[in-house]
Every structure is written in C-alpha cells, then in structure tokens.
C-alpha cells in the first residue's frame, strides 16, 4: 500500500507540473502586465464588450481608429508601426490593407511539442460587404501573419453586446507544435483600406497546452505495473 500511495504521488506531482506551463498573465486578470501593447488596447474586467468566455473574469481588447471614444487604452498607430512592433518586415500588414490599428504582444517559452492556444472573438460596425476589410491576425515569432478573420470573412452572430454593432462568437485558436525554447506571441486588428469604422478584437484564456514528457509516461506505465501486482496479490 505505501508503494501505491508513492506511486500516486509521484504520478500527481507530474501532472500539476505539466498544467502549470504556461503564458505569464494569460487570463489577463493582472491587466497587461507581461504584455506589451501598440495603440489602442485596454483590459475589459466589466464585460463592457460582452462576456469573456466561461470561467474568465478579464479579456484584453484592441481597437481600430474609431474605438477610442469608449476603448480607453490610447489611439490606433499606423501600420507601419504595427509592422515593427510585431517584427515584421515593411508591407507585410499595410499590403494586406492595413492603414492603422493595435497590437499585444508577450514572450514566452515552451516545451517541444505545445501549442499555443488562446480564445478570441472579432467586432465591428463595418457591414460585410464593405471594401473597408477591417483584419484580425496573429503572428508567432515575428514571421508570417495569420488572418484569424475579417470583416468580410467573419461569421458575425447578427448583433453584439458590446457598443459595436455585430460580433462572432469566441472561437479558438491553436497554433503548431512550437520547438523548445523562446518565443513570441503578437495579436493585433487593424483598420482595413481606410480609418473609417470601429473594429476591436477580444482576447482571453492565452495558454500553452503541455504535451506528455517521457518521465510522465514512465511513471504511468509504473504505477500500472504496481495496481496490475496488487490486483494479483489480492485475487490470490
């Protein structure tokens, strides 16, 4: 008995370690430290912009030109300078249309093989349709842009709880398996084609999903060693 209960330990202290990996301030409940902002970003802990998703309290928003009069978190920058501040190089937002908009952007480090998850949700007062695109992305360590979506491409609920006109739901996204090591996460939306209409991304729950390490998988394949002989000597 005392062989199975060490083993139990072990096996618990192996699983509390793998869940405690993580992006520091990800549920954003400590506002932005950890995190670096550009532009318009502010954290919204009053659901001001509609619930953050169940069993969080805080979500961190960024906002286009026309978010400031009720995103109090500063003023939209220009592309360009979304552009360095994510380690882009020159054209790669403004030649998507970018002409101004807000970025968050936090390192991290990983184990290889987790991914990098966060929930997200987009909001805007431009109609689909609209030349004016207004975008949502992310981009890992300051390489491609990922489109999380856009105006025209959104699937939008058909009204929204926060002072803009229409929403998506909270979706999620999930990165690649990383490499070990450092890296960097920047989130940002911008103001498509023009500066004209008020667009915000919603950010919450920014978490890295552990994988299993060898030794976890030793000491499960140990504790079932241990309960199999039990069993036996129990049923003997």
Not at 28 to 36: Q, R, S
Not at 102 to 111: I, P, V
Request: net charge negative.
């Amino acid at each position: 008995m005392k062989q199975l209960k060490f083993t139990l330990a072990a096996l618990s202290l192996v699983a509390s370690t793998a869940m405690a990996a993580g992006v520091t301030n990800g549920d954003f409940t400590g506002g932005l430290t950890g995190w670096a902002k550009a532009g318009n970003v502010a954290v919204d802990t009053t659901s001001q912009f509609g619930a953050p998703p169940a069993g969080f309290t805080a979500q961190a928003v960024l906002g286009t030109a026309d978010t400031s009069g009720f995103l109090f978190g500063g003023s939209a920058v220009a592309a360009a300078s979304l552009e360095s501040f994510a380690g882009l190089g020159a054209a790669s937002l403004s030649g998507m249309g970018a002409v101004v908009g807000s970025g968050l952007s936090a390192d991290f480090t990983a184990a290889a093989g987790e991914r990098l998850i966060f929930q997200w949700k987009f909001m805007s007062n431009d109609p689909p349709g609209t030349p004016a695109d207004d975008t949502a992305y992310v981009v890992l360590d300051k390489t491609t842009v990922i489109k999380l979506t856009s105006v025209n491409s959104a699937t939008f609920l058909g009204g929204s709880a926060s002072p803009l006109f229409d929403e998506t739901a909270y979706l999620t996204f999930t990165s690649a398996p990383l490499t070990a090591g450092a890296h960097n996460v920047s989130l940002g939306v911008f103001d498509g084609f023009d500066a004209l209409g008020a667009s915000a991304l919603a950010v919450a729950d920014v978490h890295l999903a552990p994988v299993p390490e060898p030794a976890s998988g030793l000491l499960l394949l140990l504790g079932g060693s241990v309960l199999l002989g039990l069993a036996k000597r129990r049923a003997s």
